[in-house]
C-alpha cells in the first residue's frame, strides 16, 4: 500500500522554527547603513501581534489584507501575521500606479491595506474614494506624513504596543482551525498586456512545493538567504517563505539597487534572481577584462577554463584527474575565489528564474563557482515547475519537473502542467479559469520539449512569438538574451511583427560607454547628443554584428535605434519582474520604430509605382 505523503501547513512549520531556534536569527533588515537581526522568538511574538490586531479591525477568517510596499521586516510579518489570522494576503507591487492598486484593491476586497512608504500612501489616499470596503491603512513608516480621512489610519510601530490581549483565545482558535484548503494569497499576474489578474494559491499549494524542494535542494536552518526581488512577487515570496518554513535566516533588502552592497554585506548562501542581474554582473567584468593588459586577460580567460572544466566533470562530464584538480586550485586561488567574492563569497547556489538566461551567461557562472539554480515555473504554478539539479545542469534546458509534478507537451507544443502546486483558478473569472484548464492540465501559454532524459526546454511564449512579413518566426527573448550579452548595452526591445526585418531599441550602458567616448576623445554635452555621434552608432554597428554571429541571418537585427534613457516600471515599460511590455514600448516609441521601416517602406512604394 502507498504512504501517503503529509503536509505540512506553513503556520505550522514557521511555529515549529520559532520554538525551535528562539534564540537564533529568522529575519535580518538594513537600516542607518547596518544590518539588524531579529530573532525567531521575537519574530513570533510580533507575528502573533499582528494577528491579534487584524482580528480587532474585525478581520474574518478568509477576508483580504493588502500589502502595497517594498520589501522590509514589516512586509514579511504582515505577511505571516495573515497567516495565523486566516486572512487571504494580497501583495501589491510597491511600484504599481494608483489605479492599478485600486483595482486590486477593489477586486480583491480587501479592508486593511498596509503602506510601506510616502508614495504608497499617496497613492491609496488618492484612490481612497473609490474603495468604500477598505476600512483600515496602517502606516509601516513613521515618516509618512498622513492627511485626514474618513478611515482608520494606525502607525505600524504602535500597533505592536496595543493592549490586543483579549484576542488571544480568538488567535489560538484560528491556529487550531487552519486548512490546507484555506486561501493563502491572491497574486494579481502583472501580465505584459490587459488587466491583473488574482491568482489564488492555497495552502496546499505552498506545501506541495515546500515539500518538493526540501528533496532535490541542500539548504536549511542556518543558512542565510537575501531577498532583493520584490516580496509582491511568487519568486521571491515563495522563496522566502519555504526558507523561513526551512529555519534559514532571510536578509530583506528594501532597495534593489544597493544588492551589490548588501552581498557583500550580508553574505548569503543563496539568493534568488533575474536573468538580468546575472547579465549585468558577466557584462562588467567582461567589459573590466576587455580593458585590462594582455596578460591579465589570458589569466583570466585560463582560470574560467579551467573552473569549467570543473563543473563538465561535475555534471557527467570526464573526471578531472589530479593535474587537472591542481589547475582548478590555482585557478580559483588566482581569478574565481575574487569573482565570487562579487557576490559575497559565501554562495553556494543562485535559483533564478522569470525569463530564459543567455547559455553564455549560465555557463559563465558555473565556471566560477557560482551554481545556478535555473527553473521555470508560473505565479499560477506556486513558482517551481521545473528546475536544474546540482550535478545535472543542462545549460540548455529548464531542467527536469519536480518530483510530484506532471508536465506534458499539448497542442502547438505547449507546456501543460499537473499537480499540487497548481492555482485553484483567477478569483472571480471563472470562463479564464475554465479556459487555462484542458482535461485537468494546465495550460501554461509556453511552447516546449521534453528531451529524452524528462528534461523540459522552453523554446518561447506561444504568443509573443513574432512573424515577420517574410512568414518567419522570431523568439525575441533569445535575440535580445544574446545581443544584452554586450558589456556596452544595458536593456534591448526587439521589434519583428508583420516587419520585413528585425530590428532594436537598444539602451547603451552609459557609464561604460562613456568611459569609451573619453577614450576617443568624443565631445558631448549630453547623452542625447552622444548616442547620436556618427563613431558612437558605427561602434554600435560593429558590435552588433560580432555579438549576433550565432543567431540565423532573418534572426539578426538590421537596423537599431539607440535610446537616451532606460525602459522603466514607473512609465509602465517594464513588468516588477523587469520583463518588457512590448505593447506600451512599441506606442511610446512608435516614432523611433518607424523611421527604422522608412526607408525600406519608401523602397517598397517605390518598386510597387515603377510596376505600375
Given amino acids: 500500500m502507498a504512504q501517503t505523503k503529509k503536509f505540512h501547513h506553513l503556520v505550522e512549520l514557521i511555529e515549529k522554527q520559532a520554538k525551535e531556534r528562539a534564540s537564533f536569527a529568522a529575519i535580518s533588515y538594513r537600516a542607518d547603513a547596518l544590518w539588524h537581526d531579529v530573532t525567531w522568538a521575537d519574530f513570533n511574538r510580533q507575528i502573533n501581534q499582528l494577528a491579534k490586531v487584524l482580528m480587532h479591525f474585525g478581520m474574518q ?63 491609496t489616499v488618492a484612490v481612497l474614494s473609490e474603495c468604500p470596503q477598505l476600512s483600515h491603512i496602517v502606516l509601516m513608516k513613521p515618516s509618512i506624513e498622513r492627511v485626514e480621512l474618513d478611515i482608520e489610519q494606525h502607525d505600524y510601530q504602535s500597533l505592536l504596543e496595543l493592549d490586543v490581549a483579549e484576542h488571544a483565545d480568538e488567535l489560538i482558535k484560528r491556529i487550531n482551525e487552519r486548512s490546507l484548503d484555506d486561501l493563502l494569497t491572491l497574486i494579481y499576474t502583472s501580465g505584459t498586456t490587459g488587466e491583473p489578474k488574482g491568482v489564488m494559491l492555497d495552502y496546499r499549494n505552498f506545501a506541495s512545493t515546500t515539500r518538493q524542494h526540501v528533496e532535490i535542494l541542500d539548504f536549511g536552518a542556518g543558512d542565510r538567504t537575501l531577498a532583493f526581488l520584490p516580496l509582491s512577487h511568487v519568486f521571491e515570496r515563495g522563496w522566502t517563505l519555504y526558507a523561513l518554513s526551512q529555519g534559514a535566516q532571510v536578509g530583506l533588502l528594501e532597495d534593489p539597487m544597493q544588492v551589490q552592497q548588501a552581498l557583500t554585506e550580508f553574505k548569503p548562501h543563496t539568493m534568488c534572481a533575474v536573468p538580468r542581474f546575472f547579465e549585468k554582473v558577466y557584462s562588467a567584468v567582461a567589459d573590466k577584462v576587455s580593458n585590462a593588459p594582455a596578460s591579465r586577460r589570458a589569466l583570466f580567460h585560463w582560470a574560467v577554463n579551467q573552473g569549467n572544466r570543473k563543473f563538465l566533470s561535475q555534471n557527467g562530464g570526464k573526471a578531472l584527474g589530479l593535474f587537472g584538480q591542481l589547475k582548478v586550485n590555482l585557478a580559483n586561488k588566482l581569478v574565481l575565489r575574487k569573482l565570487r567574492g562579487v557576490l559575497g563569497g559565501q554562495i553556494r547556489f543562485m535559483p533564478c528564474g522569470g525569463a530564459k538566461i543567455d547559455e553564455q551567461v549560465h555557463e559563465f557562472f558555473h565556471s566560477i563557482g557560482v551554481t545556478l539554480i535555473c527553473g521555470y515555473g508560473m505565479t499560477e504554478t506556486t513558482a517551481t515547475i521545473t528546475c536544474g539539479r546540482p550535478g545535472q545542469i543542462n545549460l540548455k534546458a529548464t531542467g527536469p519537473a519536480l518530483p510530484e509534478v506532471q508536465i506534458k507537451i499539448g497542442k502547438d507544443d505547449e507546456v501543460l502542467v499537473k499537480g499540487d502546486t497548481v492555482m485553484r483558478g483567477y478569483y472571480n473569472r471563472p470562463e479564464e479559469t475554465e ?178
Fill in 435 to 612: 479556459a487555462s484548464f484542458e482535461d485537468g492540465w494546465f495550460k501554461t501559454g509556453d511552447a516546449g520539449h521534453i528531451d529524452e532524459h524528462g528534461v523540459l526546454h522552453i523554446t518561447d511564449r506561444i504568443k509573443e512569438l513574432m512573424k515577420t512579413s517574410n512568414g518567419k518566426y522570431i523568439a525575441p527573448q533569445r535575440v535580445e538574451g544574446m545581443v544584452g550579452r554586450d558589456p556596452l548595452i544595458e536593456q534591448v526591445a526587439i521589434i519583428a511583427e508583420a516587419r520585413n526585418y528585425v530590428s532594436a531599441l537598444i539602451v547603451p550602458a552609459f557609464e561604460s560607454l562613456e568611459v569609451w567616448a573619453k577614450e576617443k576623445g568624443i565631445k558631448y554635452k549630453d547623452q542625447l547628443e552622444l548616442i547620436q555621434h556618427s563613431e558612437v552608432v558605427e561602434h554600435f554597428e560593429k558590435r552588433l554584428k560580432e555579438v549576433q554571429k550565432e543567431l540565423a541571418k532573418f534572426e539578426q537585427v538590421k537596423k537599431f535605434t539607440l535610446l537616451p534613457r532606460e525602459f522603466c516600471m514607473k512609465r509602465g515599460e517594464l513588468t516588477p519582474t523587469l520583463k518588457l511590455r512590448r505593447k506600451v514600448i512599441n506606442e511610446r516609441f512608435e516614432a523611433e520604430i518607424e523611421s527604422m521601416y522608412a526607408k525600406a517602406k519608401k523602397f517598397v512604394e517605390a518598386k510597387k509605382a515603377s510596376i505600375k
Fill in 61 to 123: 477568517p478568509q477576508e483580504k489584507i493588502a500589502l502595497f510596499a517594498q520589501n522590509s521586516e514589516k512586509w514579511i510579518t504582515a505577511d505571516c501575521a495573515g497567516m495565523k489570522a486566516r486572512a487571504v494576503v494580497v501583495p501589491i507591487y510597491p511600484t504599481n500606479t494608483a489605479d492599478q492598486a485600486r483595482y486590486i484593491i477593489n477586486d480583491a476586497q480587501a479592508k486593511v491595506v498596509f503602506v510601506g512608504d510616502q508614495e504608497q500612501y499617496d497613492k
